[in-house]
């Protein structure tokens, strides 16, 4: 379970992304947060910026019409 | 990290939210973004001004755009502004020859108001992309 859910379903790109972003500058490392989006770009989009600034992805997993993906703030 | 400076000179809808997409990515990845505002794109940042009488739609894509809950370019801009480095300047010209004033722009967004030399200084590391 995640520290914190962020639903961002019904918004497009780069909405889920930025509210992802926001929520880890305002919560301490190690916290994670689950972003909830319908957004297909985003499920694939998140995890690259997730790799490419060094955050940890948890997982990314296809639910009933949208996509959960959890990150841990790693610094 | 790499340095982008978009020039804005357009008033079409789809232009500038691919623009705000692009800046607002890279400035979150750690990457520094200026956005230099101009001709008919200084319009399309009046202040208190709805957002389908900013924008000029150049195909179906604006359209959708405005119907969907797509984040506007406008509030991309500004919320990357809170989470990286990106800096938005209008252009003196376009700005005297509108006989407007930094109040006319939306609030929260412009850094401040530049000529094309200071321009081309603070964008000399940058790679420039004319919109």
């Given at each position: 379970?995640?520290?914190?859910?962020?639903?961002?379903?019904?918004s497009f790109?780069p909405?889920?992304?930025?509210e992802?972003?926001a929520?880890?500058?305002?919560?301490?490392v190690g916290?994670t947060i689950?972003?909830?989006s319908t957004?297909k770009g985003?499920?694939k989009?998140?995890?690259e910026?997730?790799?490419k600034?060094?955050?940890?992805?948890v997982?990314v997993e296809?639910?009933?019409?949208?996509w959960s993906?959890?990150?841990k703030r790693a610094k | 990290?790499?340095?982008l400076?978009?020039?804005l000179?357009?008033?079409?809808?789809?232009?500038l939210?691919l623009?705000a997409m692009?800046g607002?990515?890279h400035?979150?990845?750690?990457?520094e973004?200026?956005?230099?505002?101009?001709?008919?794109?200084?319009?399309?940042?009046?202040?208190?001004t709805e957002?389908?009488d900013?924008?000029?739609?150049?195909g179906?894509?604006?359209?959708l755009?405005?119907?969907?809950?797509?984040?506007?370019?406008i509030n991309?801009?500004?919320?990357?502004k809170m989470?990286?480095d990106v800096?938005?300047y209008?252009?003196?010209?376009a700005?005297d020859v509108?006989?407007?004033?930094i109040?006319?722009l939306?609030?929260?967004?412009?850094d401040d108001?530049i000529?094309?030399?200071s321009?081309f200084?603070?964008?000399?590391?940058?790679?420039?992309?004319?919109?």
């Amino acid at each position: 379970m995640a520290d914190k859910v962020i639903d961002a379903r019904g918004s497009f790109c780069p909405g889920p992304l930025m509210e992802l972003i926001a929520a880890i500058k305002s919560n301490p490392v190690g916290t994670t947060i689950e972003v909830l989006s319908t957004d297909k770009g985003s499920a694939k989009d998140v995890p690259e910026w997730v790799k490419k600034v060094g955050h940890e992805l948890v997982g990314v997993e296809e639910k009933d019409g949208y996509w959960s993906i959890v990150v841990k703030r790693a610094k | 990290m790499s340095k982008l400076a978009f020039v804005l000179s357009t008033q079409v809808h789809e232009k500038l939210q691919l623009a705000a997409m692009m800046g607002s990515i890279h400035a979150t990845v750690g990457g520094e973004v200026l956005f230099f505002v101009s001709m008919n794109a200084i319009l399309a940042f009046k202040k208190n001004t709805e957002l389908k009488d900013r924008v000029i739609p150049e195909g179906e894509f604006s359209k959708l755009m405005l119907t969907k809950n797509v984040p506007n370019f406008i509030n991309i801009i500004k919320q990357t502004k809170m989470l990286g480095d990106v800096k938005v300047y209008a252009c003196s010209m376009a700005m005297d020859v509108l006989g407007w004033h930094i109040e006319d722009l939306e609030e929260g967004l412009f850094d401040d108001v530049i000529g094309l030399t200071s321009f081309f200084d603070m964008a000399e590391d940058a790679k420039i992309i004319f919109v």
